[in-house]
């Protein structure tokens, strides 16, 4: 069966110049509507259509480079991660999709500058990140479209974090995954906002690969969500596009507590979401009672995330002293060949 991500890389590769030393930033993104359970899980591909927002300066920067040792080596943070790590592996055996069976060793430095205590996961801009280094590294002048569709293989949500501001990634219908890519909205909403709430900062006991398979497999609740979630992503892009915020933030909210529901009616069940998030998801509805508009969207973790305007920003801050905000249309762009 082939794999169109797999034949760009392949077909690309056969005018890669010799690697030259890339670095390319990639934002993280929080999907307002999720991507959950796949109809390939060796091509990343989803049974539903999403869409993200992207998180400006919080992402991962990485420089690809040719090996001075002749050996790969990879770096996270600025220190050295072995081999044998599971970060490494997953990311050298994403980088072996470039070189095919080529001897072509690499140095790859990995930066998150997603705070460590806002709990968020770094796989999506991980994967986008080394994408853009590996293909300006090897010279290969794909497409961004291309490059959605090859940082899928690396971590679905991935595909949407080459472009700053609103993503859709669509679903597409063909078996080798050639139309299951991302694309920016063309929209500017520079009064958006996303709060995050910290709630555990440690790491997840399930991964969301785990999570979302175990509960497309085993969860009664599941069989309705393909469905309602390409609906509820529709609904969300006209939202945006009408920026009709209040409409948008109740989609959001709706669309990620469906999500969480599936996984709860799972066999055994799954919750993410502990006494301390429901504790900040309670606080934040007395608000809303109270006239503060705000919603919340949930991933696989436990801390809370926030859409909100500007001009709720100190209100939400007396209610949540500890939110740290990010402005999605605040960004800057960094690539460069060095
Ligand atoms: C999303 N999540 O749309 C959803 C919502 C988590 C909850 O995409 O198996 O790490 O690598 O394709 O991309 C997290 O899933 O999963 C995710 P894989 P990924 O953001």
Not at 68 to 89: H, K, M, Y
Not at 218 to 240: G, H, N, R, Y
Not at 307 to 320: D, G, I, K, M, W
């Amino acid at each position: 069966m082939t794999n169109a991500a797999h034949t760009l890389v392949t077909c690309a590769m056969e005018r890669a110049i010799l690697p030259q030393t890339f670095t390319s930033y990639a934002p993280s993104n929080i999907a307002l509507s999720k991507y959950w359970g796949k109809r390939d899980k060796h091509r990343n591909l989803p049974l539903n259509s999403s869409l993200s927002i992207s998180l400006a300066d919080w992402g991962t920067k990485t420089t690809v480079a040719p090996s001075t040792d002749d050996r790969d080596r990879i770096w996270l943070n600025g220190a050295e991660v072995p081999c044998d790590d599971s970060f490494a592996v997953k990311a050298l055996a994403f980088v072996r999709l470039f070189r095919a069976n080529r001897q072509i060793p690499l140095h790859i430095k990995t930066e998150n500058s997603l705070p460590t205590a806002a709990g968020l996961a770094s796989s999506a801009s991980g994967f986008a990140a080394l994408t853009q280094a590996l293909n300006g590294a090897f010279g290969l002048e794909l497409s961004l479209p291309q490059q959605s569709m090859i940082a899928r293989l690396g971590s679905g949500s991935a595909c949407r974090s080459l472009w700053h501001g609103f993503v859709r990634w669509d679903r597409g219908i063909a078996e080798d995954g050639h139309d299951s890519l991302a694309s920016p909205l063309d929209v500017i909403w520079p009064e958006f906002r996303i709060g995050v709430v910290a709630v555990d900062t440690g790491p997840k006991a399930q991964s969301s690969r785990n999570g979302m398979n175990h509960t497309a497999e085993t969860s009664p609740l599941f069989q309705s969500w393909p469905e309602a979630a390409e609906a509820d992503c529709a609904k969300i892009e006209a939202s945006i596009i009408a920026h009709d915020f209040v409409h948008l933030g109740q989609l959001a909210e709706a669309n990620a507590l469906a999500m969480h529901a599936t996984m709860m009616a799972a066999r055994p069940s799954l919750s993410y979401l502990n006494a301390q998030s429901w504790a900040v998801l309670e606080r934040l509805w007395r608000a809303r009672q109270d006239g503060l508009q705000a919603y919340a969207t949930m991933d696989a973790g436990a801390n809370i995330k926030l859409l909100f305007l500007e001009a709720s920003t100190e209100p939400l801050q007396e209610v949540f002293p500890d939110v740290q905000v990010i402005e999605p249309f605040g960004f800057c762009t960094q690539q460069t060949r060095v």
